[in-house]
């Protein structure tokens, strides 16, 4: 096979610790045809005299140097712009590739090409360069081969789990990747799980190849920002994101998988939280629990909500806004009857109505029942005509009952104004009104 050109891209900042032993790993790759394009985003430390005594002793090397700064993302995506090679992979400045890391990866991609991206076992090490103790990434198979990309897509939103790795660990198609669709979802950023959301777009699009060779190692240190509460409860923010546009772009097909992927989505974001609560940096993780419950509550609902757009325009939304009214109970299930049992007061008899016009457009019941005792139905009639004839009509059955909250069998949703409890202990979930 020939040796097709292979763009290493490395944005660095302050780089300058571990970047040698970075560069070194990127310029001794058994495959020999790469350029290696370094994003220098205005270092203040000797990153770039590290890079230009590499530079002079290499001419595979480009430095591009950003000054003033323009950040870890817009860094990468120049990049990816400037690229020549045919196959692009990611190398952190803190991260050390497999000699054989491009080659196998390269000819995984070659003898599928059917194949949307190649990426293999590594290795968690430590600020010396050391395999970390007591810790082994999971190997997805026992040999080369493909994998499905969307099984694997699904693994990865139903458990919260990069499963596939870092940005080092994986080598794609230049022309796959726009680098204007680099780090977005629905047209936002994605603050911490940028490689997850560029796993998902290719996978989308096919499988992907992967060897249980371990071709590179991925360096855990203090100073990254998997340690900063700033950024650790955006990365759930993020999982509550994926796990909507991955639903919506072909994963989580299967019966009740996007429910439990947002479920698991919000187990993790309210275990960050508690981590967090006492800090200031909380409020991402309260977003994150908040995005997934009104995903899930959007997918609990017997009537589906239009997902046209992104979920957190929809979580804020008056759609989703609204169903947060009633206690969640009422969105779990359709109830065979919804049941309702007024005072006889024409303020009271209209809001009633209209309660149950809302819940029967809503699907959260099939039946709308008005329990009156017998002594009061003559009354009653003419109440519940006038407020049917107020608005668009509705199949409304009258019943004369005593005790209301005894007449029917479980489940069967009440219908009540706040701070009425004549159904407390029967129904098995309440829509309230205001007066």
Same mark, same amino acid.
């Not at 993020?238 to 009740?256: I, M, P």
């Given at each position: 096979?020939?040796?097709?050109?292979?763009?290493?891209?490395?944005?660095?900042?302050?780089?300058?610790?571990?970047?040698?032993?970075?560069?070194?790993?990127? /310029?001794?790759?058994?495959?020999?045809?790469?350029?290696?394009?370094?994003?220098?985003?205005?270092?203040?430390?000797?990153?770039?005299?590290?890079?230009?005594?590499?530079?002079?002793?290499?001419?595979?090397?480009?430095?591009?140097?950003?000054?003033?700064?323009?950040?870890?993302?817009?860094?990468?995506?120049?990049?990816?712009?400037?690229?020549?090679?045919?196959?692009?992979?990611?190398?952190?400045?803190?991260?050390?590739?497999?000699? @054989?890391?491009?080659?196998?990866?390269?000819?995984?991609?070659?003898?599928? &090409?059917?194949?949307?991206?190649?990426?293999?076992?590594?290795?968690?090490?430590?600020?010396?360069?050391?395999?970390?103790?007591?810790?082994?990434?999971?190997?997805?198979?026992?040999?080369?081969?493909? /994998?499905?990309?969307?099984?694997?897509?699904?693994?990865?939103?139903?458990?919260?789990?990069?499963?596939?790795?870092?940005?080092?660990?994986?080598?794609?198609?230049?022309?796959?990747?726009?680098?204007? @669709?680099?780090?977005?979802?629905?047209?936002?950023?994605?603050?911490?799980?940028? @490689?997850?959301?560029?796993?998902?777009?290719?996978?989308?699009?096919?499988?992907?190849?992967?060897? %249980?060779?371990? /071709?590179?190692?991925?360096?855990?240190?203090?100073?990254?920002?998997?340690?900063?509460?700033?950024?650790?409860?955006?990365?759930?923010?993020?999982?509550?994101?994926?796990?909507?546009?991955?639903?919506?772009?072909?994963?989580?097909?299967?019966?009740?998988?996007?429910?439990?992927?947002?479920?698991?989505?919000?187990?993790?974001? !309210?275990?960050?939280?508690?981590?967090?609560?006492?800090? %200031?940096?909380?409020?991402?993780?309260?977003?994150?629990?908040?995005?997934?419950?009104?995903?899930?509550?959007?997918?609990?609902?017997?009537?589906?909500?239009?997902?046209?757009?992104?979920?957190?325009?929809?979580?804020?939304?008056?759609?989703?806004?609204?169903?947060?009214?009633?206690?969640?109970?009422?969105?779990?299930?359709?109830?065979?009857?919804?049941?309702?049992? &007024?005072?006889?007061? &024409?303020?009271?008899?209209?809001?009633?109505?209209?309660?149950?016009?809302?819940?029967?457009?809503?699907?959260?019941?099939?039946?709308?029942?008005? !329990?009156?005792?017998?002594?009061?139905?003559?009354?009653?009639?003419?109440?519940?005509?006038?407020?049917?004839?107020?608005? &668009? @009509?509705?199949?409304?059955? /009258?019943?004369? !009952?005593?005790?209301?909250?005894?007449?029917? %069998?479980? %489940?069967?949703?009440?219908?009540?104004?706040?701070?009425?409890?004549?159904?407390?202990?029967? !129904?098995?979930?309440?829509?309230?009104?205001?007066?």
């Amino acid at each position: 096979m020939t040796e097709p050109l292979v763009s290493i891209l490395v944005p660095t900042y302050n780089g300058e610790r571990f970047l040698k032993a970075a560069l070194r790993s990127a /310029l001794e790759q058994s495959h020999r045809n790469v350029e290696v394009l370094v994003g220098d985003d205005g270092s203040t430390d000797r990153t770039p005299e590290v890079l230009a005594a590499v530079a002079a002793a290499d001419d595979r090397v480009r430095v591009l140097r950003f000054d003033p700064n323009i950040g870890p993302l817009e860094n990468p995506r120049r990049l990816l712009a400037e690229a020549r090679g045919e196959y692009v992979k990611f190398l952190m400045h803190d991260d050390v590739l497999g000699t @054989d890391c491009v080659r196998d990866l390269v000819r995984g991609m070659q003898q599928h &090409p059917e194949a949307t991206m190649a990426f293999s076992h590594r290795v968690l090490i430590d600020e010396q360069g050391k395999p970390v103790p007591d810790h082994e990434f999971p190997k997805l198979a026992g040999r080369p081969g493909l /994998l499905d990309g969307r099984q694997l897509g699904d693994h990865v939103l139903l458990n919260c789990t990069n499963v596939i790795g870092e940005p080092t660990t994986v080598l794609f198609r230049r022309a796959d990747v726009s680098p204007d @669709d680099l780090w977005t979802v629905d047209g936002r950023t994605v603050d911490v799980l940028n @490689d997850v959301q560029l796993w998902l777009r290719l996978l989308a699009e096919g499988p992907a190849f992967y060897t %249980p060779r371990t /071709l590179s190692r991925f360096r855990f240190h203090g100073g990254q920002n998997s340690h900063n509460p700033r950024y650790v409860g955006r990365g759930e923010r993020d999982w509550s994101r994926l796990v909507d546009w991955g639903a919506r772009h072909g994963f989580l097909a299967g019966e009740g998988q996007e429910r439990r992927a947002q479920a698991r989505a919000l187990l993790e974001a !309210a275990a960050r939280l508690h981590q967090l609560i006492d800090t %200031p940096d909380h409020g991402a993780a309260l977003e994150a629990a908040y995005l997934s419950t009104a995903a899930l509550v959007e997918l609990t609902g017997p009537t589906s909500i239009t997902r046209t757009t992104g979920l957190p325009e929809r979580a804020h939304s008056s759609v989703v806004r609204d169903r947060f009214a009633q206690e969640l109970d009422v969105w779990t299930r359709q109830y065979p009857v919804a049941l309702a049992a &007024p005072a006889l007061d &024409p303020a009271e008899v209209d809001a009633t109505v209209q309660a149950f016009r809302e819940l029967l457009a809503a699907g959260a019941a099939r039946q709308a029942v008005v !329990a009156i005792p017998p002594a009061d139905l003559d009354r009653a009639v003419p109440l519940l005509e006038k407020a049917l004839a107020a608005g &668009p @009509d509705i199949d409304l059955e /009258l019943v004369p !009952a005593e005790d209301p909250a005894t007449l029917l %069998p479980d %489940p069967w949703l009440a219908v009540t104004p706040h701070g009425r409890w004549w159904h407390h202990g029967r !129904a098995l979930a309440t829509w309230t009104f205001h007066l």
